[in-house]
Structure formats: structure tokens, C-alpha cells
């Protein structure tokens, strides 16, 4: 099938933002009197809204969530937001998908302008027709509230060859909540059989194999 839109998560996907997220997380976390392991037990952190995984992986309460999650922002707004790199491929394949026509787009639970302000430094912005992401405020931060919001600024009507493509469960779960299929790409960040047991269409390791799933 030739999928057109073609809609992407940011974090662990388009881009490696995994040390400004476990510099914040980590930072937060100890700040909360909580015991931190190596960086490859934080990884969990990467993908789901940020007050979601307080309370999912640490048993904080709603208030207690809130509060680490305002010791995180801080931070991350000042360093960790900047403490990044797109992953391998991705550039590369964002050019031969727009070059083939196709309709691109970002959604992702990270706040929007933080996504938008790693775009811009990296020149990505250009390959996108939508970028939606979660508001600060957490009123918007849901996958597939974020899918929904990037489908409406493309104009999206009929979904039916729309597709994700996330590295997380919470990308393919999302995508199915708005009737779309999604696209695993294995970057390390997900848990070892993650993707597929959420129900990913197709896995693929790298951008290498993601160009020649979409392209043929």
C-alpha cells in the first residue's frame, strides 16, 4: 500500500533525545528521594506523557506528578532540550519520502514547542506539513490526541492509507485509538517485543528499512 499522510513520532524516533530526557528525569527523581539505576532503567521514560509516567512507573500520586513534573520542565527547558540528535537516516529518508510526494507530518506528546524548537535548529521543519504536539499544560498530551490534531491541520478526511510511525507502544496504541496502523521502528528505547504485542503492522530496525517499506 502506499501510505500518504505519513505521520511521525519525535522522541526516539525522528530524534535521540534520550540524554536531555534522563539528565531531567534522573535529576527529578533524586530530587523526589527516589534510588536511580543505570540510564537503560529510565529508558521507559522515553515516549509517554511526562506526568502519565511519574505515576506509572514511580506510584506518585497525581499531585506528586504534577510537582515533579514542574521540576522537569525546568530543566529541560534550560538544558535538556538541547541535549540531542536526529536519529540515523531520518533526514534522509524525510527528503526521498517528500521527493516521492508524500505528505508528512509530526505528532508527538512532547510539548509542541519544544519539538518545534529541535526542528528548527535542525532544519527539519521544512519536511512537515502539520507538527502537533502536546500543549504545556497537559490538556493535549494523549497520542492520540496529538494524531487527531495532526490529521485536522493536514486536512485529513479519509484515513485509509494514513499511517505512524513511532518507536513506542504508546504510538501504536494511540494510532489504533484514531483508526490508524502504525509502524514500529526499533530504535532501543522500547522493551524487547513491545511493538509487536501492541500490534505494529511492521517492525523495522533503522530508516534504511522504514525508506524501502514506504518507497518499495
Same mark, same amino acid.
Given at each position: 500500500?502506499?501510505?500518504?499522510?505519513?505521520?511521525?513520532?519525535?522522541?526516539?524516533?525522528?530524534?535521540?533525545?534520550?540524554?536531555?530526557?534522563?539528565?531531567?528525569?534522573?535529576? !527529578?527523581?533524586?530530587?523526589?528521594?527516589?534510588?536511580?539505576?543505570?540510564?537503560?532503567?529510565?529508558?521507559?521514560?522515553?515516549?509517554?506523557?511526562?506526568?502519565?509516567?511519574?505515576?506509572?512507573?514511580?506510584?506518585?500520586?497525581?499531585?506528586?506528578?504534577?510537582?515533579?513534573?514542574?521540576?522537569?520542565?525546568?530543566?529541560?527547558?534550560?538544558?535538556?532540550?538541547?541535549?540531542?540528535?536526529?536519529?540515523?537516516?531520518?533526514?534522509?529518508?524525510?527528503?526521498?519520502?517528500?521527493?516521492?510526494?508524500? !505528505?508528512?507530518?509530526? /505528532?508527538?506528546?512532547?510539548?509542541?514547542?519544544?519539538?518545534?524548537?529541535?526542528?528548527?535548529?535542525?532544519?527539519? !521543519?521544512?519536511?512537515?506539513?502539520?507538527?502537533?504536539?502536546?500543549? +504545556?499544560?497537559? !490538556?493535549?498530551?494523549?497520542?492520540?490526541?496529538?494524531?487527531?490534531? /495532526?490529521?485536522?491541520?493536514?486536512?485529513?478526511?479519509?484515513?485509509?492509507?494514513?499511517?505512524?510511525?513511532?518507536?513506542?507502544?504508546?504510538?501504536? +496504541?494511540?494510532?489504533?485509538?484514531?483508526?490508524?496502523?502504525?509502524?514500529?521502528?526499533?530504535?532501543?528505547?522500547?522493551?524487547?517485543?513491545?511493538?509487536?504485542? /501492541?500490534?505494529?503492522?511492521?517492525?523495522?530496525?533503522?530508516?534504511?528499512?522504514?525508506?524501502?517499506?514506504?518507497?518499495?
Amino acid at each position: 500500500m502506499k501510505y500518504d499522510p505519513i505521520l511521525f513520532d519525535f522522541d526516539g524516533t525522528l530524534f535521540d533525545t534520550s540524554e536531555g530526557i534522563l539528565n531531567g528525569i534522573r535529576l !527529578t527523581l533524586e530530587k523526589a528521594g527516589f534510588s536511580v539505576g543505570a540510564d537503560s532503567e529510565l529508558y521507559k521514560f522515553i515516549g509517554p506523557p511526562v506526568v502519565q509516567a511519574f505515576k506509572e512507573f514511580c506510584g506518585m500520586t497525581e499531585d506528586e506528578a504534577r510537582r515533579a513534573k514542574g521540576v522537569y520542565r525546568e530543566y529541560y527547558a534550560k538544558y535538556g532540550i538541547m541535549q540531542c540528535k536526529p536519529i540515523g537516516g531520518a533526514e534522509e529518508c524525510l527528503k526521498k519520502l517528500c521527493a516521492a510526494g508524500r !505528505t508528512l507530518a509530526v /505528532a508527538t506528546s512532547k510539548p509542541e514547542p519544544f519539538a518545534r524548537a529541535i526542528l528548527e535548529r535542525y532544519g527539519f !521543519t521544512g519536511y512537515f506539513k502539520a507538527i502537533a504536539g502536546g500543549f +504545556l499544560d497537559e !490538556t493535549r498530551s494523549k497520542k492520540s490526541e496529538v494524531i487527531a490534531a /495532526a490529521l485536522e491541520q493536514l486536512q485529513t478526511r479519509d484515513v485509509s492509507r494514513a499511517v505512524m510511525v513511532g518507536d513506542r507502544k504508546y504510538d501504536v +496504541l494511540g494510532a489504533k485509538e484514531v483508526g490508524l496502523p502504525c509502524i514500529g521502528l526499533d530504535s532501543g528505547f522500547s522493551e524487547v517485543g513491545e511493538l509487536e504485542a /501492541a500490534g505494529a503492522i511492521f517492525v523495522v530496525k533503522n530508516f534504511a528499512q522504514l525508506e524501502k517499506l514506504l518507497l518499495g
